[in-house]
Nanobody, 125 residues
Framework: EVQLVESGGGLVQAGGSLRLSCAAF????????MGWFRQAPGKEREGVSC???????????DIADSVKGRFTISSDNAKNTVFLQMNSLKPEDTAVYYC???????????????WGQGTQVTVSS
């Protein structure tokens, strides 16, 4: 069974940084995309960033305009782990951040195959 395990959320002051991790267990697909989504209270879930992997090599990356220049996505393909480095955090970045896995996809625009449990990020002003 595929499992996505997230870590790294927490409380930080505005302007601070956090690094989220998402480790995927229980699969051996050689082509997939992993993405980060977030959902703030009273708002719809939105895509934050996405990274693809094919035959053990990192493919394309994508990042939302709202976090461009502040957030960076990266991966350790050998460990099926994706990271989201979040710098210059703002109060409006406060949300539950979810990791998502797209099997045999090169982007994060299709239906999600697996979701992580979510990790809370709170940015105080």
């Amino acid at each position: 069974e595929v499992q996505l395990v997230e870590s790294g959320g927490g409380l930080v002051q505005a302007g601070g940084s956090l690094r989220l991790s998402c480790a995927a267990f229980g699969f051996t697909f050689d082509e997939y995309a992993m993405g980060w989504f977030r959902q703030a209270p009273g708002k719809e879930r939105e895509g934050v960033s996405c990274i693809s992997s094919r035959h053990g090599s990192t493919g394309s990356t994508d990042i939302a305009d709202s976090v461009k220049g502040r957030f960076t996505i990266s991966s350790d393909n050998a460990k099926n782990t994706v990271f989201l480095q979040m710098n210059s955090l703002k109060p409006e970045d406060t949300a539950v951040y979810y990791c998502a896995l797209f099997i045999y996809r090169s982007n994060c625009r299709s239906a999600v195959d697996y979701w992580g449990q979510g990790t809370q990020v709170t940015v105080s002003s």
